[in-house]
């Protein structure tokens, strides 16, 4: 079975920046997608970045040009360069991983337990 454990979160004033991690653990043949999610309370978990096993990257409109998603995949570790925070990217960040746990499995959605990250104005 998988494991996804996240680090990195915490407060930081508007402007500043933050660097999440997230390593994948267990039972992992592939990995395809990573990333990064996030929830705010009272709203819907949106996508924030992903990044393919070949490193294509996709961005939320809202953190491009602020954040940089990138890959060790000999680590089976997706991180999350977060600069220039805004009080509105306050929110938990949830790792997100795409794994096919063997050859003959689909592939199937995993996710961290989530990380505090809190921007004060």
């Known amino acids: 079975q998988v494991q996804l454990v996240e680090s990195g979160g915490g407060l930081v004033q508007a402007g500043g920046s933050l660097r999440l991690s997230c390593a994948a653990s267990?039972?992992?043949?592939?990995?395809?997608?990573m990333g990064w999610y996030r929830q705010a309370p009272g709203k819907q978990r949106e996508l924030v970045a992903t990044?393919?096993?070949?490193?294509?990257?996709n961005y939320a409109d809202s953190v491009k040009g602020r954040f940089t998603i990138s890959r060790d995949n000999a680590k089976n570790t997706v991180y999350l360069q977060m600069n220039s925070l805004k009080p509105e990217d306050t929110a938990i960040y949830y790792c997100?991983?795409?794994?096919?746990?063997?050859?003959?499995?689909?592939?199937?959605?995993?996710w961290g337990q989530g990380t505090q990250v809190t921007v004060s104005s």
């Open positions: 267990g039972r992992i043949f592939s990995i395809n997608v």
């Open positions: 997100y991983a795409s794994i096919k746990t063997n050859w003959h499995q689909l592939s199937a959605d995993y």
């Open positions: 990044s393919t096993s070949t490193s294509t990257t």
